[in-house]
């Protein structure tokens, strides 16, 4: 069982930045790969990076590619997503998930799930 807790939300003004942070406790997996993907109001989930075990593969969704970076700390069992030049289309719950997979944009290779956190831009 892997429990997981996001934190890092809040509130900015558009062209500001935030860092989420989310932790994964328990070992599932022998490695696992993680990702965030978020969900705004009215709108379904959708994804946005994923981080592979070792960290040398990323992915990114095209709406954030160049502004957002994901990263982890394995000794830490984290995983960070610095949010840079933020949009108000970026408002969303943003949930962080781990799977034993590779690592991709597909939500349902993704087993653990936190219970997310909210950013909000305003314009």
Known sequence: QVHVTEA???????GGSLRLSCAASGRAYSDYAMAWFRQAPGKEREFVAAISWTGRTTEYDESVKGRFAISR???RNEVFLQMNNLKPEDTAIYYCAVTGASGS???YEYD????????????
């Open 8 to 14: 890092g939300g809040g509130l900015v003004q558009a």
């Open 73 to 75: 700390d394995n000794a």
């Open 105 to 107: 944009g597909v939500q």
């Open 112 to 123: 653990y799930w936190g219970q997310g956190t909210q950013v909000t831009v305003s314009s």
